[in-house]
């Protein structure tokens, strides 16, 4: 005999994170830098869960609140001797201080003063971070980068960013990326 019990689940998650990223960057040459990143992150995870089981011996299984009193003739009123359903509330929270995922970054000049200035990118990820504690991807993400852009009477220079996130571990996951 298989019998099915409604069960009410309330659920509330909370993460938060606190990043901080020193990084660093040295121009080799005029048109090629290089640049290096490593956050350092904390992150909190709150978890509370409120169930509300019926008694299984109560014959429609209702989810009604036993604790308050009601007018007789109103259907949701407990009855004498009526059983409650049981409310099971649980939380459970860590936190968690750690490196994130480094991050090395190329930006070459390929043009400069033409028509457009033109600079492509290369950056690459490596799992250094915890993704169990969401501190990293666990995976090696790499994204090459195109940026055009062009100065506009000396104060304003519009650029357009066009970028493929390549996710190394699986190529389905990848994205495109742009910015203007």
Known sequence: FTNF?????????????????????????????????????ETYLNVKVNDTVPDPRLPQFMLRDCSTTGSPDDPNTCK????????????????????GDLLLRFKYIVLRDKPVDLAAGLSVSFPSGDPDNFQGTGNYPLQPELVVSKVIAERFEPLLNLSVNINADDVSRSSFRWAV
Not at 26 to 37: A, C, E, H, R
Not at 80 to 99: C, K, L, S, Y
């Open 5 to 41: 019990l409604p069960v009410l689940v309330h659920a509330n998650i909370n993460v938060q994170a606190t990043i901080g990223t020193p990084s660093i960057t040295y121009g080799v040459t005029p048109d090629l830098d290089v640049n290096l990143s490593l956050p350092l992150i």
């Open 80 to 99: 004498p001797g009526e059983i409650r359903p049981t409310m099971i509330n649980r939380q459970a929270a860590d936190r968690a201080v750690g490196f």
